[in-house]
């Protein structure tokens, strides 16, 4: 079976298609040298019989018969043929039984078949002659065995033979091999896919120290599984998350409307009671809002409002919302801007984006400190800062505060519900931006963005640059 498959596989199919292709033009090849040399040696044989004949029609009739016995006994081969006959059709010298019907004698080259004298071939052979009537009515017949192309022919074959048949062997052998080769991968594959699905999440397929498509392949499918086990682990918690944020306040309003109801006795009282328990409705709502606003910025719905944004209109907007609000807790806020600094994205997500970290540092930061905006701008790209003289974000917490729901220990009676940095995160995540947190003690967040209209794709390296030091951007 494992032997079909091997057959059967494209790779091998396509290495047989290669190896009968490469023979097929071996022999077109080989067959166009034996095409080629056999002209070559007809041609030559006709030159020299045509010579000889004239050398010896040239010479005093006393010496021909000499020069044809001569030139035959020279002739170690057995090639060569000649005959003298006199008008009536009498042999008077050379190998040549009898003037050939077919021999045309006005001194053009042809080929014929001769009666020889010594009859010791077992055929008559096919040669190129030449005939030519001398002065006197003698006439003379020189020819040429061209029969050796046969042999060239089998030297030919011989080495069309000994070529060809390794070569062919050779290139399905190298079929085989990379079929196999491909089976063994693919089936590695097929194992740890199984081995996936099956709730392995760690595993991913073997990229192996090569470049070839398969390799990138492998290495865009894994970065595709480490996407997916990521946003699977961040989502393993979210169901309790979400049942323990929805559970406080839902429970405080059940409790109010109790109380309420047994021990109100004025309206006034009532009245408080309701305010308490809408209060707590409207936490609960306000967290269904941020986590459908935040489900809608992670799938991409929001890239058909995207377009030139001024990044400097937005920081100063942004401050002039919050500084009532930073004067109300004794906070300082202010914005350092370059002008004319403009991105590609979504000016309300943006907007947002800054607004929230903005509002996480105020919130954060004690009366009498300092919050600071600053865009600053460099070729191609624009730096957005966010700092504070709050706490900070200590290092062991810069990924788990873009969890959703996520609050430290000692920010638990800060209002809020933990999606702040998750909203920026994934809005940031969205233009191809990226978000750096920098070290404690004091709190800064930046949002490196790229101007105009290029965009950066997100790789496995820049997910880990989300939460790299401010230091590394040099």
Sequence with gaps: MHQIQLIRSSTFLWALAVAAAFALFVVALFAFIYWKLDGYLVTRSDRMITAQIHFIADLPPARRISAIADHLAQDSRGVQ??????????????????????????????????????????????????????????????????????????????????????????????????????????EEVNQRVQRIVAGELRERLPEGGTDDPFARLARIVNGMLDEMEMMINALAGVGNDI???????????????????????????????TDKAIAGIDQSLAIVTALLRLTEIENNRRMAGFGDVALDEILREVCDVYEPIAEDRHVGLSVVTEHN??????????????????????????????????????????????????????????????????????????????????????????????????????????????????????????????????????
């Excluded at 839902?250 to 009671?273: F, M, N, P």
């Excluded at 978000?435 to 209209?453: D, K, M, V």
């Design 81 to 186: 043929y000649a005959g003298l006959f006199d008008a009536a059709g009498k042999r008077l010298a050379g190998n040549i039984d009898r003037v050939p019907r077919e021999l045309g004698l006005n001194g053009a080259v042809q080929g014929v078949r001769l009666d020889l004298l010594e009859k010791q071939l077992a055929h008559v052979p096919v040669v190129r002659a030449v005939g030519r009537r001398l002065d006197g009515g003698d006439v003379l017949v020189m020819g040429r065995n061209v029969d050796e192309t046969r042999e060239i022919s089998s030297v030919v074959g011989q080495a069309l033979a000994l070529g060809l048949l390794p070569a062919f062997s050779l290139c399905l052998l190298a079929g085989a091999w990379l079929s196999l080769r491909a089976q063994r991968r693919v």
């Design 243 to 273: 049942a323990h944020d929805l559970r406080t306040p839902l429970t405080r309003v059940r409790l109010a409307l109790e109380r309420g109801r047994t021990h109100a006795a004025t309206l006034e009282e009532l009245q408080d009671i």
């Design 341 to 474: 600094v403009q991105v590609w994205g979504d000016r309300d997500l943006l907007f947002e984006a800054v607004a929230n970290l903005v509002d996480n540092a105020i919130k954060f930061t004690p009366s009498g400190g300092r919050v600071e905006l600053a865009l600053e701008a460099e070729d191609d790209t624009a730096l957005v800062r966010v700092s504070d003289t709050g706490p900070g974000i200590s290092e062991q917490e810069r990924e788990a505060v873009l969890r959703r729901f996520y609050r430290s220990d000692k920010m638990r009676n800060t209002p809020g519900v933990g999606l702040g940095l998750s909203l920026v995160a994934a809005i940031v995540k969205l233009h191809g931006f990226r978000l750096i947190i920098g070290p404690a003690p004091g709190g800064r967040i930046e949002i490196l963005a790229w101007t105009g209209r290029a965009r950066r794709p997100i790789t496995r390296r820049s997910r880990t640059l989300l939460h790299a030091d401010a230091s590394q951007m040099g």
